[in-house]
């Protein structure tokens, strides 16, 4: 079973950047696509990027296209998102979850395995 873990949030100012990691344990994450989702209070969960087994696709939501960047080291089993020019629309949880066939494209309920999750507050 592949565990994942979230860090990386915290308080940071309008205009700001915060890096993302997820570290997997347990199973080797190469063998999944890693998504990163989000969800404010009160809203649904919003899946905001994706990236293969191998890295060599990515994709993401139109409310965080050209502002994230997904990347993966899978010899670290590492996943990052690094979101730079922050507004407060982006404070939320911010969640890592792995599903083993597709990507983007992957149902939300398809994927098998999710972080606990780690707090992004943006605040002036």
């Known amino acids: 079973q592949l565990q994942l873990v979230e860090s990386g949030g915290g308080l940071v100012q309008p205009g700001g950047s915060l890096r993302l990691s997820c570290v997997g344990s347990g199973y080797r994450m190469d063998y999944y696509a890693i998504g990163w989702f989000r969800q404010a209070p009160g809203k649904e969960r919003e899946r905001i990027s994706c990236?293969?087994?191998?890295?060599?696709?990515?994709a993401y939501a139109d409310s965080v296209k050209g502002r994230f960047t997904i990347s993966r080291d899978n010899a670290k089993n590492m996943v990052y998102l690094q979101m730079n020019s922050l507004k407060e629309e982006d404070t939320a949880v911010y969640y890592c979850?792995?599903?083993?066939?597709?990507?983007?494209?992957?149902?939300?309920?398809?994927?098998?395995?999710w972080g606990q999750g780690t707090q992004v507050t943006v605040s002036s």
């Open positions: 990236i293969t087994t191998t890295g060599g696709d990515t």
């Open positions: 979850a792995a599903v083993r066939r597709l990507c983007w494209a992957a149902p939300t309920g398809n994927y098998e395995y």
